[in-house]
């Protein structure tokens, strides 16, 4: 053998790509999950049924982790997600920030994670300063020794598509501008990340400015790049309709030292939409599995 192929050899042995154990990961925003009942805010009342439907499909997602969005406590979510999972809710829903909380029905973020799985609940990364809705959950999942930082967010609605230069456009700017700073943080740190949630805007559109905002000088990867919008749900103008968005609003966002299944959502069936009160979004599922080196 010669001495370049001995190299060779030695470079190759060093360096083979290995993969830890996959991970499903799913993010829902449940739409005003509560055990309350109140006639506020067009909040849908769920009756019994329907929270036996939304807990099938719960289940059916077969998810180690759901990051959630729009849940307003642990007990309504236990509800539907059964005794598999631990469930942790958003810093803002503990006593010491009351002054963050709405005194009727919050949307909280916040992670059920499959029981067994080794997990760190860090502090909520504010989005925001003085906002009662803008805080993003935030874990960290151990993996054969590694680290996965992940974030659940719900982000400010009203600017889906073009910058339009109003009011929840600028603040959507500057939700990326934070979300950009803790992937910065992450990646300077040699961090694997997911952000997961309901961005309220289509990420996936070519040259998209949030999109550019959130990724700057980051080398962090879209999952849902080519998620295709089948969800249908209830249609709120016409009474036993249902209604298809024509682009994706939820999306995962992982770090270059996670390979990934293109997302996918996860459907209702139809019937099921114009049966029960379910959710007016499709929960959206991928597996990742964090890549390392033999070294």
Known sequence: MTQLNKWLALFCFFSIPAFASPLTITTWNIEWLTKKTTNEL?????TFTDENKLSDYFNKLNSDIIAFQEVDSIEALSRISGNKFDLLLSDRAIPA??????????????????????ITDYEDFPLESNSKLRFA????????????????????????????????????????????QWIRAREENNDA????????HNLAYPNDWLWDILTDNTTATLATKNTQAKCKIRSNRHKGKIHQFRSVIDHIVVSDSLSFQPAEQNLFKTQDVLDFQLSDHCPVSSVVQLVTTNR
């Open 42 to 46: 067009n909040i849908p009342q769920r």
């Open 193 to 200: 990340y997911i952000i997961l949630g309901d961005f309220n």
């Open 97 to 118: 920030n009351r002054r963050h909380q709405f005194s009727n029905v919050n949307q909280y973020t916040g992670f059920a994670i499959r029981k067994g799985l080794s």
């Open 137 to 180: 959950s935030y874990i960290s999942v151990d993996i054969e020794g590694n680290e996965v930082h992940l974030l659940s967010i719900h982000l400010k609605a009203g600017c889906s598509g073009a910058y339009r230069g109003n009011k929840n456009c600028q603040r959507l700017k500057a939700q990326g501008k934070r979300l950009n």
